[in-house]
């Protein structure tokens, strides 16, 4: 998942239990968790009473079990050991992020829980044309229960780090830090040539330096800065070794003091505090700067900003106080600028690995800044249910996911071998952050690493829409826009692998019910007849009508016609004129039908009543939040429809009794 700056920012944070913790019982109940961490695996049989989450967006399970067979994921090892594991768990329809987490959270598929996607059809149909969606995390209504709603029916507080949230829950006496909804501009990269400044001024209070200073100038948002390269008289290094950053040409209102230094081990001491920026909508937010190259001649620089984001309100709660690392949130790596080319040649293009060297060190500190918060959230926030998120590895696979998957005609081993090391660093920080909350593990708590889907190779796109034009049942106007009036059937931009059909229920539509089946008739043939050369590209149609029920799909905000491709193939949204097939630099993805093998992932549960060693088989992520529940003893979220796990389970409960114990708690 890559949020992107979304204007429509919705914000909800409760705190009503926040002051009741106060800093001077903290250290105790921390060394008192730490303790317990070092005994042995819980013992079968025990019930737990809380529940640590970890969600590893888009964990390719095959990727997982080399790293695992060569002992470079210690602490997923560990945890797999000890716990009930599964390797081919289904997503959901379509396997994306917004669909997967809403499906996780509260037990059902996209067709009850309304989050068909990553953006979603408006409601209601006769009020939105097929062409109007809403963003799935923030905006479109969850309408399912979430885990937490439903724990909380149990007199049980959740906190949610980071995990992607939803218009419209339930979420009272729950504690969310929802960074992604905070981000508030794009990140960005100033060098010497695009920051030279054309009129420099004498600065006052100018800081010391052995060499005449080199003034540059940049904005972010709407806050200028000032910079000055400098020659520090109490650094060694040779030539300019220095950059000052200030609001204003004064020494004294300096708000970084930046060193360069490669990209590498320990490069996260070279970032900036945050600094305030005022962005171009008017927001105060912060950054974070590092400077991965300076010119001794001061010739060239290279510095990087994160996204500007607008700070978690923590401050007016409680005694424990936030650290501004915790406060400024960051969310993702570079992958924007990497993809751009903007960090240098990529090692595909025949980079030398310095522009994956310095996106690496941004996965890192994305990485530290979430394990901060996790950090502090699960020592000083009163939590039975306490969820975390990271965006890796998905973020990761998407880049690389394309040169390490055999079965595309693309795949060059040497390529492979050069990537593999890299994508393993981002598992491997994805393990770190697993290390760290496990070791703050209480001994009453299960302990549950989900994902929401995995990720197939990609070298083909394909334009449904020139299919959908050329059969007559698609038509654009003279701006090149739908034309509603003369349009059946789109792929809309929206991008989920599913058709909407313009039907008469829907404002603008066109369509019929009495049309409705010899419509699909044609778009299955039309559809499945597609060729890349002799090669079908349409795998398999599904009709939402009558087969929804059966695969989770449809619904008044799902699509009517769900497309699998063929592996390898991905969708391309564009409506203007082209080509049906395109190639593309092979690229990691998601979205595809759950049932194909690249899309499953996986699930681990862990502690007091799981039995250690055990391979589940037949999971599905719908299953996970039921089983969760049934571990801590509280209700299952009310439109779960997954089921609960008891193979993972120490003891065979009573499954005459289940029910009750689900539904008569409180
Ligand atoms: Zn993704």
């Not at 830090?177 to 508030?184: D, E, P």
């Not at 490069?267 to 927001?283: H, V």
């Not at 059937?489 to 929206?494: D, F, S």
């Given at each position: 998942?890559?949020f992107?700056?979304?204007?429509?920012?919705n914000?909800?944070?409760?705190?009503?239990?926040?002051?009741r913790?106060?800093g001077?019982v903290?250290?105790?109940?921390t060394?008192?968790?730490l303790?317990?961490?070092c005994?042995?695996?819980?013992v079968g049989?025990?019930?737990?009473?809380?529940?640590?989450?970890l969600?590893?967006?888009?964990t390719?399970?095959?990727?997982?079990h080399a790293?695992l067979?060569?002992?470079?994921?210690?602490?997923l090892?560990?945890l797999i050991?000890?716990?009930a594991?599964a390797?081919?768990v289904i997503?959901?329809?379509p396997?994306?992020?917004?669909?997967g987490?809403?499906?996780?959270?509260?037990?059902?598929p996209?067709?009850?829980t309304?989050i068909s996607g990553n953006?979603?059809?408006?409601a209601p149909?006769d009020q939105?044309?097929i062409?109007?969606?809403l963003?799935?995390?923030?905006?479109?209504?969850?309408?399912?229960?979430s885990?937490?709603?439903?724990a909380?029916?149990?007199?049980?507080?959740?906190?949610?780090s980071?995990?992607?949230?939803f218009?419209g829950?339930?979420?009272?006496?729950?504690?969310r830090?929802?960074?992604?909804?905070?981000i508030a501009?794009?990140?960005g990269?100033v060098?010497?040539n695009?920051?030279?400044?054309?009129?420099?001024?004498?600065?006052r209070n100018?800081?010391p330096?052995?060499a005449?200073?080199?003034?540059?100038?940049?904005?972010?948002g709407?806050?200028?800065f000032?910079?000055?390269?400098?020659d520090?008289?109490?650094?060694?290094?040779?030539?300019?070794d220095?950059l000052?950053?200030?609001?204003?040409?004064?020494?004294d209102a300096i708000?970084a003091?930046?060193?360069?230094?490669?990209?590498?081990?320990?490069g996260e001491?070279?970032w900036?505090?945050?600094?305030?920026?005022?962005t171009?909508g008017?927001q105060?937010?912060?950054?974070?700067?590092?400077?991965?190259d300076?010119?001794?001649?001061g010739?060239?620089?290279f510095?990087?900003?994160t996204r500007p984001v607008r700070?978690?309100?923590l401050?007016?709660?409680g005694?424990a106080?936030?650290?501004p690392?915790?406060r400024?949130?960051?969310?993702?790596?570079?992958?924007?600028?990497?993809?751009?080319?903007a960090?240098g040649?990529?090692?595909?293009?025949g980079?030398?690995?310095?522009a994956?060297?310095?996106y690496?060190e941004?996965?890192?500190?994305?990485?530290?800044?979430?394990?901060?918060t996790?950090?502090w959230?699960?020592?000083?926030v009163?939590?039975?249910?306490?969820?975390a998120y990271t965006p890796?590895?998905d973020?990761?696979?998407?880049?690389?996911?394309g040169?390490?998957?055999?079965?595309?005609?693309t795949?060059?081993?040497?390529?492979?071998?050069?990537?593999?090391?890299?994508l393993e660093r981002v598992?491997?920080?994805s393990?770190d952050?697993l290390?760290?909350l496990l070791?703050?593990?209480?001994?009453?708590?299960?302990?549950?690493l989900?994902s929401?889907?995995?990720l197939?190779g990609?070298?083909?796109?394909?334009?449904?829409?020139?299919?959908?034009?050329?059969a007559d049942l698609?038509?654009?106007?003279?701006q090149?826009r739908?034309?509603?009036?003369?349009?059946?059937a789109l792929y809309?931009a929206?991008?989920n692998?599913?058709?909407?059909?313009n039907s008469?229920d829907?404002?603008?539509?066109i369509v019929?019910?009495?049309?409705?089946?010899?419509?699909?008739?044609?778009?299955?043939?039309?559809l499945?007849a597609l060729?890349?050369?002799?090669?079908p590209?349409?795998?398999?149609?599904?009709d939402?009508?009558?087969d929804g029920?059966?695969m989770?799909?449809?619904g008044?905000?799902?699509g009517d016609i769900?497309?699998e491709?063929a592996?390898?193939?991905?969708?391309?949204?564009r409506?203007?004129?082209?080509?049906l097939v395109?190639?593309?630099?092979?690229?990691g993805?998601?979205?595809?039908?759950?049932?194909q093998?690249?899309m499953?992932?996986?699930?681990v549960?862990?502690?007091?009543?799981?039995?250690?060693?055990?391979?589940?088989?037949n999971?599905?992520i719908?299953?996970f939040?039921?089983?969760?529940?049934?571990?801590v003893?509280?209700?299952?979220p009310?439109?779960?429809t997954?089921?609960v796990l008891?193979?993972a389970?120490?003891e065979q409960?009573d499954?005459?009794?289940?029910?009750?114990?689900i539904d008569?708690?409180?």
């Amino acid at each position: 998942m890559i949020f992107t700056f979304n204007k429509r920012l919705n914000f909800s944070l409760k705190f009503s239990l926040w002051g009741r913790h106060s800093g001077a019982v903290q250290w105790p109940i921390t060394a008192f968790a730490l303790l317990l961490w070092c005994i042995p695996a819980a013992v079968g049989g025990q019930t737990a009473t809380r529940a640590i989450v970890l969600a590893w967006d888009g964990t390719v399970p095959d990727f997982a079990h080399a790293m695992l067979r060569a002992g470079k994921l210690p602490n997923l090892a560990k945890l797999i050991e000890g716990g009930a594991f599964a390797d081919d768990v289904i997503p959901v329809f379509p396997s994306k992020t917004a669909s997967g987490f809403a499906s996780l959270i509260t037990g059902a598929p996209p067709n009850i829980t309304g989050i068909s996607g990553n953006r979603v059809p408006r409601a209601p149909r006769d009020q939105f044309t097929i062409l109007e969606s809403l963003a799935g995390f923030s905006a479109a209504p969850l309408q399912a229960e979430s885990i937490w709603a439903a724990a909380r029916r149990a007199g049980k507080k959740s906190v949610v780090s980071h995990i992607p949230t939803f218009a419209g829950e339930l979420a009272e006496d729950t504690v969310r830090f929802s960074g992604y909804t905070l981000i508030a501009g794009r990140d960005g990269i100033v060098t010497k040539n695009a920051a030279r400044s054309t009129t420099p001024a004498p600065w006052r209070n100018s800081p010391p330096s052995a060499a005449l200073p080199i003034e540059i100038r940049f904005s972010i948002g709407k806050s200028k800065f000032f910079g000055l390269l400098i020659d520090d008289p109490h650094d060694d290094q040779a030539g300019y070794d220095t950059l000052v950053l200030a609001a204003a040409r004064d020494g004294d209102a300096i708000q970084a003091r930046l060193k360069p230094a490669p990209p590498g081990v320990g490069g996260e001491l070279f970032w900036s505090r945050p600094i305030a920026i005022k962005t171009a909508g008017n927001q105060d937010a912060k950054s974070y700067f590092r400077l991965f190259d300076l010119k001794p001649d001061g010739g060239d620089l290279f510095l990087y900003y994160t996204r500007p984001v607008r700070d978690l309100p923590l401050d007016a709660h409680g005694d424990a106080v936030a650290s501004p690392t915790v406060r400024t949130f960051v969310g993702n790596g570079a992958t924007i600028l990497f993809q751009q080319g903007a960090f240098g040649r990529t090692i595909p293009n025949g980079g030398s690995g310095n522009a994956e060297a310095r996106y690496l060190e941004t996965v890192a500190f994305a990485q530290h800044q979430l394990t901060e918060t996790h950090r502090w959230a699960i020592d000083n926030v009163p939590w039975d249910l306490f969820l975390a998120y990271t965006p890796f590895p998905d973020e990761a696979e998407h880049l690389w996911r394309g040169h390490l998957d055999t079965s595309l005609s693309t795949y060059r081993q040497d390529l492979a071998e050069r990537v593999r090391p890299l994508l393993e660093r981002v598992y491997r920080s994805s393990d770190d952050l697993l290390g760290l909350l496990l070791s703050k593990r209480p001994a009453d708590a299960v302990f549950a690493l989900v994902s929401d889907h995995g990720l197939q190779g990609i070298h083909k796109r394909v334009a449904l829409n020139q299919a959908l034009q050329q059969a007559d049942l698609l038509a654009l106007d003279a701006q090149g826009r739908v034309d509603l009036t003369r349009t059946k059937a789109l792929y809309p931009a929206i991008n989920n692998g599913y058709l909407l059909i313009n039907s008469k229920d829907r404002k603008g539509g066109i369509v019929g019910s009495d049309e409705r089946d010899e419509l699909i008739l044609k778009i299955r043939a039309l559809l499945l007849a597609l060729r890349d050369g002799e090669r079908p590209i349409v795998k398999s149609v599904y009709d939402a009508k009558t087969d929804g029920p059966d695969m989770g799909i449809g619904g008044e905000v799902g699509g009517d016609i769900y497309v699998e491709l063929a592996p390898g193939y991905d969708f391309d949204p564009r409506i203007a004129a082209g080509i049906l097939v395109s190639e593309t630099q092979p690229y990691g993805s998601h979205g595809a039908n759950p049932a194909q093998p690249a899309m499953h992932t996986l699930m681990v549960f862990n502690g007091p009543g799981v039995q250690a060693g055990q391979k589940l088989k037949n999971v599905r992520i719908i299953d996970f939040a039921p089983t969760l529940a049934w571990l801590v003893n509280f209700p299952k979220p009310k439109d779960a429809t997954g089921r609960v796990l008891f193979e993972a389970m120490a003891e065979q409960p009573d499954r005459e009794r289940s029910p009750e114990r689900i539904d008569a708690t409180p």
